[in-house]
């Protein structure tokens, strides 16, 4: 595997996304916008849900991330009969040495895959709120860590479909975008009839990056430079989304924080080190879509949470960027005075000296201004 220093450069970070994504679509066809989206979270220390009807790949996505990346892997099949206990683990008394013994439940691995996870009782579901937000487990008064990087990648099932219970609002929270998969188109569906009517892809899916590197590539991620335009315009948008009239529950500030790290990590797989307001554009409805409870009369016009970010990412003001973007660089201090010079004050009474012209901007990511609703930039 390839060693990186202290902090892996950004063309590291893309060699490896690269990799990692073509291992991936190997597996999946015609699907490059979810697999993006996957990596996407998977760097942004995010969790991945991934809603849709049965048949389409959720799981074989799940799986085809996983085993894309040296880490350890577990699964957690979710039926309405599964218990927290199986999730998380349980202390169990053990009679020679008289003392209780703790037995790691799935949870404690760096990938987990949860399959059909609205097809367990929402006690069940709650089991892993503490594990996805603060990546630790508390049995009996003992917390134990979970291993770094962690990533759970659930699938699910509609809610109209049989069998299902609605995923609470705070577990839904913590998953920081939802992706669909939807229907392949028929070319890629013959494709996978040549690929898939012999022995599963999965069978022939190889690492092609280490746990290590992921950690690496997800420290880079977090010194992505973010404009101060381009953080209010991600307030502005969650906001929105909570004075709108057609939702009752609008997104959180955990949601403001999610697409921001989200962002970032687009920009870097983008071979940037700083983020656009096209980054948080693109990410805005997978990341926010899933946390917004429409109206009873928004549902009875059968509009989405979906329609409704678009609407608000059509009305919110979009930061204008300048046709070039320097590195982020700290802003050069002020010389200091020359040999023999000398600061005197004026004497009272006289009239103040006009400031000095300012100076060329210092070179960075430029500032954005703001336009008007509507404006779209060039």
Do not use: W
């Not at 991330?65 to 008394?93: E, K």
């Not at 494709?191 to 590539?217: E, F, N, R, T, Y």
């Not at 973007?325 to 000398?342: E, I, K, L, R, S």
């Not at 009474?349 to 000095?356: F, L, R, V």
Request: aromatic content about 4%.
């Amino acid at each position: 595997m390839t060693t990186y220093d202290e902090r892996a450069s950004l063309s590291d970070l893309t060699t490896t996304a690269e990799r990692v994504r073509r291992s991936v679509e190997g597996v999946i066809e015609g699907k490059p916008e979810v697999v993006r989206l996957s990596l996407t979270v998977l760097l942004a220390e995010g969790h991945l849900l991934i809603e849709d009807v049965p048949g389409v790949g959720k799981t074989m996505l799940a799986k085809a991330l996983a085993r894309s990346i040296d880490c350890s892997v577990r699964r957690i099949q979710f039926t309405p009969d599964l218990l927290p206990s199986d999730i998380t683990g349980v202390s169990i008394y053990d009679q020679q040495r008289k003392e209780f013994e703790f037995k790691p439940g799935a949870i404690f691995a760096q990938v987990v895959i949860g399959d059909e996870i609205n097809r367990a009782s929402p006690k069940t579901q709650s089991a892993l709120l503490e594990s996805m937000e603060e990546r630790q487990v508390t049995i009996d008064g003992h917390t134990y860590e979970l291993p770094d990087p962690f990533m759970v990648v659930a699938t699910q099932n509609p809610v109209e479909m049989e069998g299902t219970y609605p995923l609470p609002e705070a577990q839904r929270d913590r998953f920081m975008a939802r992706v669909s998969m939807g229907y392949p188109s028929p070319e890629a569906e013959l494709q996978m009839l040549d690929v898939h009517g012999g022995l599963s892809p999965l069978d022939d899916l190889k690492p092609v990056a280490h746990a290590d590197d992921i950690v690496k590539l997800v420290d880079a991620v977090r010194h992505v430079h973010v404009a101060d335009s381009v953080r209010r315009y991600v307030v502005d948008l969650v906001a929105a989304t909570r004075n709108h009239p057609e939702l009752r529950l609008g997104a959180s500030p955990r949601a403001t924080l999610h697409l921001l790290r989200a962002a970032k990590a687009a920009a870097a797989l983008a071979g940037r080190e700083y983020a656009l307001p096209d980054d948080v554009q693109g990410l805005a409805v997978p990341v926010l879509a899933h946390r917004l409870l429409p109206t009873a009369q928004a549902q009875l016009n059968r509009r989405t949470s979906e329609q409704v970010v678009a609407e608000i990412l059509h009305r919110t003001p979009v930061p204008s960027s300048a046709s070039r973007v320097a590195q982020h660089q700290q802003p050069p201090m002020a010389a200091p005075p020359m040999a023999g010079a000398h600061l005197t004050a004026p004497p009272l009474g006289a009239p103040a000296m006009p400031a000095a012209p300012a100076g060329p901007p210092p070179a960075g990511p430029v500032e954005y201004g703001t336009q008007p609703p509507g404006a779209r930039r060039l």
